[in-house]
């Protein structure tokens, strides 16, 4: 019997998002009329019915950064509900024509904004940039790995007095004990990750203030930060 169910994902997907065939083959086990899953590799530029098997009986596909032509959509004729998804960095999955051919047959197409999933994430990563910074970890770090100099060079028998590093005192002495409290921060945009990161930072005592011109006043409420103008 022909499987009803189609999980199509390219190599270029999946290095950016390595882990969404498995969690759908997951979701979709045991899918009723069987599953059928079909990978291409990098630089595989074949189109979607090159690989498909009894496209005709797939009644739900997921199409991950796999070439989509009309051909393709025209063997999956028996298709009801579908989503079509880019590779990383690509602009569409389907044209336009070809969108508005499949909802004239009664396709079902399911439209994923991911921009929205990674926004914690990034906000997060980008906090910990800013105390790395702040605070010179990498710096330390490396250091820490080759000698004990990094160790020693702050220890109170080598304080030199007021205003120099101490075993309290042991970073940037331009900024207040490398803390993100105190600090201006200025973010441009108050989107999905500006307005989480700025949030962050508000939180920890910074004082925030925040560029967008398409945001509104809540935008800003919400991120902690007041509209630069």
Partial sequence: MAATRLIAVHADFEAHWPYVTQALVDAWTPAPGGLQLRRWARGDGQPLSARVQSASAVTEAIVLGVPVTAACLSALSGLRQAAFLPAYGGRTALPGDDVARL?????????HHSEGYWGQS??????GLTINALRHMQHYSREMLASLEAWERY???RNRGPGGLGAQMSDDTRFTSGTVAGKRVRVVGVGNIGSRYASFCHTLGADVAAWDPLATDPAFHRAG?????
């Fill in 103 to 111: 909802r004239a047959r009664g396709v079902a197409l399911i439209e």
């Fill in 122 to 127: 990034v906000a997060e990563f980008a906090l």
């Fill in 155 to 157: 220890s109170a028998a």
């Fill in 225 to 229: 930060a007041r509209r630069a103008r």
